[in-house]
């Protein structure tokens, strides 16, 4: 994705700013990556590095399948690193929104 398709995309820096997501931009040979709040084709998008690693945080009014998962993680995250959604163990298992799915860089 280019600079210019990306910041399409992204939401004013307000919305950042009330998640506490520190402004973070790569490049790679794919594209350019960062952090922040985006919409894409109806999901909410929040882009963070926790602890030093990528975090995405995908919200729609609608179920998403793997394919469209996969599509949000190469078009918004590095090629450059290892990402997966964890599923703990039932008692540590949080789902506020039904529509809502994780990410992590592993």
Not at 25 to 42: A, E, I
Not at 80 to 88: S, V
């Amino acid at each position: 994705m280019t600079n210019e398709e990306l910041y399409k995309y992204k939401e004013d820096g307000l919305k950042s700013h009330l998640f506490h997501i520190k402004e973070h931009q790569v490049n790679d040979k794919y594209g350019v990556y960062s952090t922040g709040v985006f919409k894409y084709k109806g999901t909410t998008l929040i882009i963070a590095i926790e602890e030093g690693k990528w975090h995405l945080s995908v919200s729609a009014k609608f179920p998403l399948g793997y394919q469209q998962l996969k599509d949000i993680r190469y078009r918004f995250m590095p090629n450059d690193i290892q990402i997966a959604q964890i599923f703990p163990p039932r008692e540590e298992f949080v789902n506020v929104h039904e529509c809502c799915w994780h990410l992590w860089e592993i």
